[in-house]
């Protein structure tokens, strides 16, 4: 019988949770379990794809073309299972499924009803991921933090499944305990608090995971145990740390993964994080930097600046800076300060290299383009990612193939020089008003080139990269690109479609339709960043 965890937060949001998922399968995993990791969001949106990233951080895809939470791209990071439609689960979809299967007779003229119909859907979602991905533990982030109504029905679904199997459900729940400045001591009462809102949802925790910015330590360990129920032994100190690479092995220490084991009746298992331990040991010593510039706008929120909406261009200059033997330092450049004054270009010298990522709309693109025209001209290391790709094709359009109109359909509707256009097929979608899950998505093929930055890389001319994009190169102007010196580095096959684009004659120059960021991992950097970061070394 397959096993589960279910994992909740408490006290807030932003506790956690998804690196606890995934540390938590990255330790099973290395214990000789095969693990699946689920999401379940309590948005009533179908997935991820029409929500603005500065509200709900990054749109993460999965290489079936899942827009998903960005905590599917810390599952994968820490355990390299790459995530599909079964990892992740709204509250949109099940209302959807319930109402299609109430509309198709399959209740078989039931009252359809919000409990327990609801749950009992979840549930079903929930083993059906379990059994296709063959799991024999499988761990479930609840979005949210208890205490509020919209994740209710899916604790309604876990309190089920533990009266269903109480051998094989586990509860753990991720809570902050925080330090009052003035008071200088860390307080437990919030995460007691949480725990009996848990417990009035029928919920008794197995764990508590106690984030803070300190240890948590003996004494307050003990005041939980009394008044969460629990023993001392199952409460796990989880302090803030340099690298979330730590936190596994921090988890370990204090024996985790086989008290979780031994509480499912499993015997206990040796886990192996060496070479985890040797990068964070490896990142501990690192001394020398290396600077990169991220241009763009999903930055602030009210006055506070958030980087969750890039989280995976992040992690994949860390794993490739890492890998050689750097320290990253990452600057947030607002695209909007380019727009205004020219002369803030300037600035752009002081970084290693430079970055343009993905992006939807036409506010500051502008900005965007005069950097990386700077770049171009500057000859500073420059990768350019979907929107930064087509950003920099139309800034060569204007200013080397001298095509002055040169633009995006996206942005502008003056259809003469749109070097980066609609495909027919989209163009279709969108007079509809079909916008939810209907852009190029997932993995495709793309073909590269030999003699390229890009195959140096890869050292392979076949790769299956994801994507997450309606506009393309259009290909009625590929002659007088190419002409001008823009080269074609990677090929879509089936489509004949532009994927990578590089110059001549510059340190380094490459831009990418699809999203190499996803791929990256903390052991194994992706090719594409590897030689970047390189160059900007160089
Ligand atoms: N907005 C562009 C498009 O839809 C780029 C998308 C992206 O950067 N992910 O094609």
């Not at 439609?85 to 959807?96: E, F, L, P, S």
């Not at 994740?151 to 925080?178: C, D, T, W």
């Not at 307050?220 to 740390?241: G, H, T, Y």
Request: glycine share 6%; proline share 4%; with cysteine.
């Amino acid at each position: 019988m397959p096993k589960f965890i279910f994992v909740i937060g408490g006290v807030m949001f932003s506790v956690g949770k998804g690196i606890a998922v995934a540390s938590i399968g990255k330790i099973l995993q290395s214990k000789g379990f095969s693990v699946c990791m689920i999401k379940c969001d309590m948005y009533v949106n179908i997935d991820a794809g029409t929500i603005r990233p500065t509200e709900h951080g990054e749109v993460f895809v999965g290489k079936d073309g899942i827009e998903a939470d960005q905590d599917l791209g810390n599952y994968e990071r820490f355990t390299d299972i790459a995530s599909t439609k079964d990892n992740y689960i709204t509250t949109g979809q099940i209302y959807q499924t319930v109402i299609k299967k109430e509309r198709n007779l399959e209740y078989g003229g039931e009252d359809v009803e919000v409990v327990p119909d609801i749950p009992n859907e979840i549930i079903r979602r929930i083993k059906e991921s379990s059994l296709k991905n063959k799991s024999q533990i499988t761990i479930i982030e609840i979005g949210g933090t208890v205490g509020e109504y919209q994740n209710l029905l899916f604790l309604e679904a876990a309190r089920m499944m533990k009266f269903q199997h109480p051998k094989g459900v586990l509860f753990i729940l991720v809570s902050y305990l925080p330090i009052p400045k003035k008071v200088g001591e860390m307080k437990t009462k919030p995460t007691q608090y949480a725990s009996r809102s848990l417990n009035s949802a029928g919920i008794q925790a197995d764990f508590i995971l106690a984030r803070g910015e300190k240890p948590l330590d003996r004494k307050r360990k003990e005041k939980l145990s009394i008044f969460c129920n629990m023993s001392v032994e199952d409460i796990i100190s989880a302090p803030d740390v340099d690298s979330i690479y730590n936190i596994p092995i921090n988890f370990e220490k204090e024996n985790l993964g086989n008290k979780i084991l031994k509480k499912f009746s499993l015997k206990p298992k040796k886990s192996n994080l060496d070479d985890w331990k040797q990068l964070v040991k490896k990142i501990k010593s690192l001394k020398k930097q290396v600077k990169i510039g991220i241009v763009g706008k999903y930055f602030a929120t009210g006055d506070f600046v958030l980087a969750d909406s890039y989280i995976s261009v992040i992690e994949a200059i860390k794993h490739s800076s890492w890998f050689h033997k750097k320290k990253p330092k990452i600057y947030w450049l607002f695209s909007e300060k380019y727009e205004k004054n020219s002369s803030s270009l300037q600035e752009l010298k002081k970084y290693d290299g430079i970055i343009v990522p993905g992006g939807f709309g036409s506010r500051e693109v502008e900005g965007k383009i005069k950097a990386i025209e700077f770049c171009r001209k500057n000859k500073i290391p420059f990768l350019g990612l979907c929107l930064g790709m087509q950003l920099a094709v139309i800034e060569f359009a204007r200013n080397v193939c001298k095509l002055k109109n040169a633009h995006s359909t996206e942005m502008s509707q003056n259809e003469k020089e749109n070097v980066i256009d609609v495909m027919p097929e989209q163009k279709a979608l969108l007079k509809e008003k079909k916008y939810g899950a209907t852009m190029r998505l997932g993995d495709y093929p793309c073909q590269i080139k030999p003699n390229t930055t890009s195959f140096k890389a890869y050292r392979i001319s076949d790769i299956l990269e994801r994507h997450r994009h309606r506009y393309e190169l259009n290909n009625e102007f590929r002659g007088i690109l190419e002409k001008k010196g823009l080269i074609m580095a990677g090929i879509n096959p089936d489509r004949d479609l532009v994927e990578i684009i590089k110059i001549k004659n510059h340190p380094f120059f490459v831009a990418t339709q699809f999203h190499p960021e996803f791929e990256s991992r903390p052991l194994k950097p992706h090719p594409l960043f590897r030689e970047f970061i390189k160059a900007c070394i160089r």
